[in-house]
């Protein structure tokens, strides 16, 4: 049960992004975002769970993961995957990057300059004893 709590709703999420984005990916995209959603999902779930659970036990032992727990996990992280999809997707519509690279041009002078500079500085030192 616990295993179907972890990877459900981050499938669901993928579903959610394909359906705001109409736009057709490649696997290997699909996987990364899958992988993204799954670390988001349970992060948030973990924290969540950490502030409501008052007894402090370990939450990472398989023996929490009753059917009353799996079904509340299970509806809360639903509704994460959900808005985590759509929050991403506003996100990426109003935040835009653009990452330009360019190569630097050498100046014939500089290294000209440069080159005189480095020869009287040869001529001219005294090495002191």
Do not use: W
Not at 90 to 102: G, H, T
């Amino acid at each position: 049960m616990g295993f179907l709590c972890l990877f459900l709703p981050a499938s669901i999420s993928i579903l959610v992004s394909e359906k705001l984005q109409k736009e057709k990916r490649s696997n290997r995209d699909l996987v990364i975002s899958y992988l993204g959603y799954t670390f988001i999902i349970t992060l948030i779930m973990n924290i969540i769970y950490y502030y409501i659970n008052s007894s402090k036990i370990n939450y990472f032992t398989e023996e929490i993961f009753t059917f009353g727990f799996s079904i509340q996990y299970m509806l809360i992280s639903l509704g994460v995957a959900i808005a985590s999809a759509c929050l991403l997707f506003i996100i990426s519509k109003v935040v835009q990057i653009d990452i330009v690279v360019k190569e630097r041009k050498r100046k014939r002078e500089s290294k000209k300059i440069y080159e005189e500079d480095l020869q009287y500085f040869a001529k001219n030192y005294k090495r002191k004893h």
